[in-house]
Each structure stands twice: as C-alpha cells, then as structure tokens.
C-alpha cells in the first residue's frame, strides 16, 4: 500500500499538466471588482425605481450611490475602487438622472460641489476602514498567537507531568524486579508477594497512564475539538463509578444524582476518564478512609460534577499550579511516589475541549474538585 501511494505522488509530479489557480491578489481584485460592479448596479436600479415613484424629487438619487459607496469603501482595499466608483456615480447622475436626461452635462450649477463632497465622503470612509481592516488583522494575529502560547504552555506541563509520572513507576518496577531476580532465593514468600504486589501496582498505575494519554489523542488539533454527541449522564456516570471499583473495591463512594433524565452533550469515554482520575485521586491522596462524596447538580446552562473528600485537603501552593506540574505532594521525593499532575492536565485539557471548567478548593473538610459541562443551548451559543 505505502509502495503504490508513493507511486501515485510520483506520477503526479511528472505530470506535464499545470494547473491554473487563482493567485490571492488577483483573487482579492476580482472580489473587489465584483462588489464595486454590484453596488453601482443596485444603486443604479434603486434610483430608477424611486425616480419612477417619486418623479419631482431627484436630490435622494445620490443618497442611493452614496449608500453603495460607503459599502464599496468597506468591503474593498485601497482607494481606488472607491475612487472610480465615486466617478461613476457622479457622471450617472448627471447623465441618468439630471435635465436634460441621457446627456452629459458638467456645466450644471452645484456639480463640482457634488462631486467634491462625493470624493470627500469616500476618501474618508475608505481611510476609516482601511484603519478598521488593519486593526482588526493585528487584533487576530495577537489573539493567534496568545492561542498558540497558551497550547505550548499547556504541552510543556503535560511533558513535565509525564517525565515526572512515568520515571515514578518505572523506576520502582525496575527496582522491585532487579531485588527479586537478584535475590529470590534469599527472601521469604511474604516478601516475594511484597515485591510482586508493588510491581503490579505499578504496572496498574502505568496503564492507567497510558489510559490518559490515548485519552488526549482523541482531542483534535490545537483547536481543542472533539466530537460529542448527547449522552445520559447516569449512565456514564455508572460506568466511571463500575471502572473505578475494579481497581479500587474497598473504596466507600457516597453517589448523588438529580432524579430528572439528564441528557448533555458530550464524549463519554473522555468524562468517564475525568470522573475515574478525579475520584482516584481522592482516594489516593485525601489521607483519609471516609466516604468520598459524588455529586451531580443540574443547573439551567449547564451540569456540575462534584468530588468532595474528607482529608487533609490541598495547601495553597498546590492549589496555585493545581492543574500546571505534577506537584501533588513535593515535599516527597521524586520518585518516592506517584503525582495526580498529569491526570488533573489530562482532565482541564478534556474539559476545555467540552466549552467546560475544572476548579479545585478546599473546604472546610478536605478537598473539592468541580467540572462543569454545558448543555445544548449553551454549547450552540458559545459556538
């Protein structure tokens, strides 16, 4: 397959054939040449109609190509579409609508003043716009280029993450096997099935990981797009919440859902990964055994997910860089443990990408995590 798409390219570079396209300039021209053409022909129009409706009252004709001028002035570039046409409005009237009718008569008292003021009017609007049109490409190139720092911020703390979360598992998976094949006969079963317990868990932890990086390759380009589609939220819900016991089947999960059928757009296999990193992250490093409070709340844009624990909540230096680096518990080695970083950069990147938030707190007993996801109406309008 890969031998005949290269054939395929090949042949159509030695193809003797050109193909014949539009350059921008002149595709700009023509554009501007057409709209010119189109206005003065509305203009042209509208003031017969009215001078046919209204035939002892011919001053408002210019109004008509003055309207078509301002039109003219902003939807082209430069001045000299709105100079010819300014020209050809002039000479239109004098010769379309001005006694004696279908000649050219420039000797007429007021026209020079007219077209003086027809000029006067254009140079101004074509300056104004021009101004306009600069303006607004600097503010998009600016806006471009804050977007575009923003996503190589947001990659440098997923790769800063990632360096710290996968060294954590791998070394100590690395450790536990050198020990046991170094000295397996040395070491008793209790510690044999130690040494197999932790790398196991830290095989676990490592899928896990990769679970949340193939989560990110499902968000599209830099724009931060996905495709989402309605999906009940019990229902997704249920399956983070049947994932999460797997892993964790001694964790005690207090679940709060509204009574009302709760249907938002979304994609579910990346909520249901938002909904297992942010209640396994309370499991892990609340410090505590009491219940975790899950909880949903409909409100009228959009519907709140809740992970409320009852630990040791987070300091205020974590809660700064919260969802930046994987710094969750610094105050241990590197590789002592392993961080909630790139799950919580993971998650805001997911959230973003649903026109959601992700905002974490303490309260007055631990620790709180809430994301919110918009409904329809909201969704289309922010669109």
């Given at each position: 397959m890969e031998d005949h798409t290269v054939f395929r390219s090949l042949s159509v570079k030695k193809s003797p054939r050109k193909s014949f396209r539009l350059k921008p300039p002149f595709t700009r021209h023509a554009i501007s040449i057409l709209?010119?053409?189109?206005?003065?022909?509305?203009?042209?129009?509208?003031?017969?109609?009215?001078?046919?409706?209204?035939?002892?009252?011919?001053?408002?004709?210019?109004?008509?190509?003055?309207?078509?001028?301002?039109?003219?002035?902003?939807?082209?570039?430069?001045?000299?579409?709105?100079?010819?046409c300014t020209l050809f409005s002039v000479i239109a009237i004098n010769y379309l609508f001005t006694y004696p009718y279908y000649k050219i008569?420039?000797?007429?008292?007021?026209?020079?003043?007219?077209?003086?003021?027809?000029?006067?009017?254009?140079?101004?609007?074509?300056?104004?716009t021009s101004h306009m049109t600069i303006q607004s490409e600097m503010i998009a190139e600016r806006e471009k280029r804050l977007a575009e720092a923003e996503m190589e911020k947001m990659r440098a703390n997923l790769l800063r993450a990632i360096s710290h979360d996968l060294r954590t598992p791998l070394t100590g998976i690395i450790g536990n096997s050198s020990l046991f094949?170094?000295?397996?006969?040395?070491?008793?079963?209790?510690?044999?099935?130690?040494?197999?317990?932790?790398?196991y868990e830290?095989?676990?932890?490592?899928?896990n990981m990769v679970e949340n990086l193939?989560?990110?390759?499902?968000?599209?380009?830099d724009s931060l797009s996905i495709n989402t589609t309605e999906e009940p939220v019990e229902e997704v819900v249920g399956e983070a919440?049947?994932?999460?016991?797997?892993r964790y089947p001694d964790a005690a999960i207090r679940v709060k859902i509204p009574e009302e059928f709760l249907m938002i757009p979304m994609d579910a296999v990346l909520i249901e990964q938002v909904t297992i990193n942010l209640l396994e992250n309370a499991i892990v490093h609340s410090g505590s055994i009491l219940p975790i409070d899950f909880i949903v709340e409909d409100h009228p844009e959009h519907v709140s997910f809740i992970v409320r624990d009852y630990g040791k909540g987070l300091?205020?230096?974590?809660l700064q860089n919260l969802f930046e680096t994987s710094t969750y518990n610094n105050s241990q080695s590197s590789d002592s443990r392993k961080g909630m970083g790139i799950g919580l950069s993971i998650c805001k990147t997911i959230i973003t990408a649903h026109h959601g938030t992700l905002s974490g707190r303490n309260h007055a007993d631990g620790a709180e995590f809430c994301f919110t996801l918009p409904k329809v109406g909201a969704v289309a309008s922010e669109k």
């Open positions: 709209i010119c053409a189109a206005c003065m022909l509305c203009a042209t129009l509208a003031s017969f109609l009215y001078q046919h409706i209204v035939p002892d009252n011919h001053a408002n004709v210019a109004l008509f190509y003055i309207l078509a001028l301002v039109i003219i002035a902003r939807w082209t570039v430069g001045y000299s579409y709105g100079i010819a008569n420039f000797t007429l008292t007021g026209y020079p003043i007219t077209f003086l003021l027809m000029s006067g009017i254009t140079l101004i609007l074509c300056t104004m094949l170094e000295s397996q006969n040395d070491l008793s079963s209790t510690e044999q099935r130690t040494i197999m317990t932790n790398i830290d095989s676990n932890w490592l899928l193939l989560s990110v390759t499902r968000i599209q380009g919440l049947e994932k999460l016991e797997k300091s205020e230096e974590k």
